[in-house]
Every structure is written in structure tokens, then in C-alpha cells.
């Protein structure tokens, strides 16, 4: 499997920005799947960064915020159809969860097309490919997310606030 | 007289129960003010941001600061307050982790003061009259704290030494994180004073506890009746309890409503609201989507119950896509 290499942006995005996605695959299905695509050669947007998990119920919805919060502007999910389960129920409990999170990340303004649930069995790498590079353009035509950037932004609310209370206690000391 | 160490409690963004929390020493108040000088403190005792200002660096051993952070006014005060003391403790949840002040963080401050000031139901203000900034009259200034553009803990803007958590902390822990920081017993920097476990864990209902929990529909407290045996959650109440640190020895469990969170996480959560959400919507018995989704659908404000207390401390922080400064 190729694995796009990590191109650092250094917090500005330049004329060519590429959106960065980070994908949680589950070991027995979708991650297989991706490996199949990799084999058989397939051509798909080298946006995402896989991240292996033994299961779509290992992941986290801490991860995901981690993963928005630290920069990425999509999360996908990969996980295996219903009752594929190699744990019999971790994906039920993965669209429980994801389904409320959805709603907590709409309503903190998160876009619907930056997060992504799909079930891919191992032996879909065709449906890798699509799902990918179909992520890959709507985050892209979506722009970045950005959340480092907001947060300096909110930082520098601080340091320039920092600095008048500074005068301003010397002016109250005269 | 020899000195005793210097106390001073401030309040920020914040309703006053923490500063009522302090009177709920009750007659163990003698025996602080046995021990120590209260040299600052707006809410009840009559000494002047000058006095503060007056004192050398560091000769305050502990300022308590309750409330968030929201205004220019609030910030100055936090950090001169932080350069005069060797102590700075965040008290009680707002300090904490934002509190409920921190759930503005889904709205753009001037949403909200346009809400406040033109659209609330009981405002009626035809001029659009809003407070500035500055005002001239007669020669004299005027002027007013800025509103920040969101909602801060207190370790989002100075250093802190030590967080008493809970809306309010308990007179109890308040007595305890006193005791160990004049005995100079104190856990080491960065602690929060209370009991590193889940609620769950001192709840007297816990026996009622299964180990699966299956969720069918959600109940809200006004609208259900509540048994005040069994644990709320297997009576489909939100009790935060799994997702929040104890310490408070289920006071609300014990007048029979849920936890609400108001401790904050445990220290091995980073995100208490997501924590809660994965917990709970993962133990939601339908497996259709739909019907999943109609199961879910009894939470009406998700941020509003994951992140009652969290939102300001939480990975997110605030809703994107707010207007940037100009």
C-alpha cells in the first residue's frame, strides 16, 4: 500500500493547499481492503493518513476531536458491515456513537462532509479507492478546517490584551 | 503580630455559588481565618484592587479564583493576581474547565450581545442602545472591561497551581485543599483536589448498577418520574457519573438527580463531553440506524449535556467558523 507522504504546511496554506484526512481503519476489513487496493495497484488521492485499529469500536470520539483539533480537515472511518463484526457488536457501538457525534460536530461547526463512517469489507478495494477520492474533493472543495489556526487567532486575542494590561498597570502605579 | 500566609479569593465570570461555598465553612471559617489572613476578597470583605496592587510580588500564599474568564477587566485581575501569589488555585468548575459561562462558546460574542441587548424577550431597546467601550460626558471618560471573543479557564490564561473542581467545590474538599497547603502536604502542581476516580465508584447506588447498561430512550428528570434506588442510568436518566471524576460523594445522586459532570474527568480523559458520549450512545440498544437515530434523538442538546461544565476546557473548544478579529 502507498503511503502519501507528509507534507508539513507550516500553518499557512499556500497557493497549493491539499486537504489532509485522517482515516481509522479497522484491522480486519477496511484496512485489509486498503491493502488490496495498494496491491492491485489502484489510484487513489493521497490525502489520507491510515491509521490502523483493530476495530471501528476502538475508535474513540476523542480521537476524532484530537484528530480535528491537532489540524486534520476530514476524519474517515472505515469499518466492517454489519454483522461482520470480528467482535461481533464494535461496530454497532461505533454508529451509535459516531451517529450522536455528528450532531455534537455540526453543532461546533464542523461541515457533515469532513467526518465520514463507510463499512468496507476486505475484499472492497475498489470501494477504498471511491470513497477516498470521493472525501478527498469534498473536503478540498470545502477549504481547510484550520483549528491550529484558530486557536492562534484566539492566542493572539490574549498576547495583544496581555500587552495593554501591562501599560495599563504602569499608568495606574504613576 | 507575626504574619500569618495571605489568602485572597477572587470571583471572574462566575454566579456567586462559589463565593457561597466559602460561607458553607460554616463555623470551620473560624478556624481559617484562625490560620489565615483573608487580604482580598470583592464579595465580602472591603479591600480595593490598590490594596492588591500595592502588596510585593508573591506575598500572597494563595489566591482562590472562581469563574471563567471573559472580559479584559477579569484578565488583568487573574494575572496581577498570579504575579502577587505562590499559589493560584482554580475553584470550582468554571475556573476549572469553563463551567457553564464556557457553553457560550458555541455563539460569536456579538450574537450575543445582540441577543442580549435587542432580541431576548424581555428587552425592549428601540435605540439599539449597546454599552461601548468608551463614553465622553461632561468631560469625563467613561469606560467598560472588553468582552473577549469567547470563554476561557483560568489555565487558559495564567498558570495554575491546583484545581478545587465541582459547581461549587464542597466546603469539605475546600477544608482538605486548605489543610494540605498549610501543612505543606500538598499533592504535587497541576492537581486537582479531589479523588482521582469516577463518581460511579462512591455512589450509594452503585450495587443497582449492571454491568451492561441498554438504552431504549432517554429520560429527563422533569418529565419522568425517578426512583430514588436504582442507579439513574438504568432507569435511562443522563447520570454523568461513568464520565466524572468523584469527590463530591454524589450529592446530587443523593437528592435523587443525575450527575450533571460538574467535577470534570478523571485524569486519563482528555475530553469529558466525548468520553460521556462514546460511554453512553455505545450501550443504545437499536442496531438500525434509524431507529439508533430515533434513540439518540431523546438527547435534544448534546453539546448543552456532554459538555454542561466542559466546553471552554475541551478539545474543541468552540464552535468554528466564528468571525475573526479585524
Known amino acids: ?174 | 503580630m507575626p504574619d500569618k500566609p495571605k489568602v485572597a479569593f477572587y470571583w471572574c465570570a462566575s454566579c456567586g455559588g462559589c463565593e457561597e461555598s466559602v460561607v458553607d465553612l460554616a463555623e470551620g471559617i473560624l478556624g481559617v481565618v484562625d490560620a489565615v489572613d483573608i487580604i482580598f476578597w470583592p464579595v465580602a470583605m472591603d479591600f480595593k484592587r490598590s490594596d492588591v496592587e500595592a502588596m510585593a510580588d508573591g506575598s500572597i500564599l494563595v489566591s482562590m479564583i472562581n469563574g471563567a474568564v471573559r472580559s479584559t477587566e477579569q484578565e488583568e485581575m487573574v494575572r496581577m493576581l498570579r504575579r502577587k501569589s505562590q499559589l493560584v488555585i482554580a475553584y470550582g468548575a468554571c475556573a476549572h474547565l469553563g463551567g457553564i459561562p464556557g457553553l457560550a462558546n458555541q455563539f460569536d460574542r456579538e450574537q450575543i450581545l445582540k441577543f442580549v441587548y435587542e432580541e431576548s424577550p424581555s428587552t425592549q431597546n428601540i435605540e439599539k442602545t449597546y454599552p461601548t467601550l468608551k463614553f465622553q460626558e461632561d468631560g469625563r471618560t467613561v469606560t467598560l472591561p472588553e468582552m473577549h471573543r469567547l470563554v476561557r479557564t483560568l489555565d487558559q490564561v495564567i498558570p495554575v497551581d491546583y484545581y478545587l473542581p465541582g459547581c461549587p467545590p464542597t466546603p469539605k474538599l475546600l477544608q482538605q485543599a486548605l489543610t494540605a497547603l498549610l501543612s505543606g502536604t500538598a499533592p504535587p502542581k497541576g492537581s486537582v483536589l479531589s479523588p482521582d476516580i469516577a463518581l460511579c465508584e462512591e455512589c450509594p447506588r452503585k450495587e443497582t448498577k449492571p454491568p451492561d447498561l441498554s438504552f431504549t430512550a432517554f429520560k429527563r428528570p422533569h418529565t419522568s418520574e425517578l426512583d430514588p434506588e436504582k442507579c439513574l442510568l438504568t432507569q435511562g436518566f443522563l447520570c454523568m457519573g461513568p464520565a466524572t471524576r468523584g469527590g463530591c460523594e454524589a450529592l446530587c445522586v443523593q437528592g435523587n438527580m443525575p450527575c450533571s459532570g460538574c467535577f470534570g474527568p478523571t485524569s486519563r480523559v482528555k475530553d469529558q463531553g466525548a468520553k460521556f458520549l462514546s460511554s453512553i450512545c455505545s450501550n443504545v440498544v437499536a442496531t438500525d440506524e434509524k431507529e439508533i437515530d430515533a434513540t439518540l434523538a431523546t438527547i435534544p442538546d448534546p453539546v448543552g449535556t456532554f459538555y454542561r461544565y466542559g466546553l471552554a476546557a475541551s478539545l474543541l473548544r468552540a464552535r468554528m467558523g466564528r468571525q475573526a478579529e479585524v
Open chain 1, 1 to 174: 500500500m502507498s503511503q502519501p507522504t507528509d507534507k508539513p504546511s507550516n500553518g499557512n496554506p499556500p497557493a497549493k493547499w491539499e486537504p489532509r484526512i485522517v482515516a481509522f481503519f479497522c484491522n480486519w476489513c477496511t484496512y485489509t481492503a486498503a491493502d488490496l487496493a495498494g496491491v492491485s495497484r489502484m489510484k487513489h488521492a493521497s490525502n489520507v493518513r491510515i491509521i490502523r485499529v483493530m476495530c471501528s469500536g476502538r475508535v474513540d470520539p476523542q480521537f476524532v476531536l484530537e484528530a480535528f483539533a491537532k489540524g486534520a480537515d476530514g476524519v474517515l472511518i472505515g469499518g466492517c458491515h454489519f454483522g461482520d463484526c470480528h467482535y461481533s457488536e464494535g461496530n454497532y457501538k461505533a454508529a451509535r456513537r459516531i451517529r450522536m457525534l455528528r450532531r455534537v460536530l455540526a453543532d461546533m461547526g464542523i461541515e457533515a462532509d469532513r467526518f465520514r463512517l463507510e463499512w468496507i469489507s476486505a475484499s472492497e478495494g475498489e470501494k477504498v479507492k471511491l470513497v477516498i477520492n470521493d472525501m478527498a474533493e469534498k473536503v478540498k472543495a470545502l477549504g481547510p478546517l484550520g483549528m491550529p489556526g484558530q486557536f492562534k487567532d484566539f492566542d493572539r486575542e490574549m498576547e495583544h490584551l496581555e500587552a495593554e494590561a501591562g501599560v495599563k498597570e504602569v499608568a495606574h502605579a504613576g
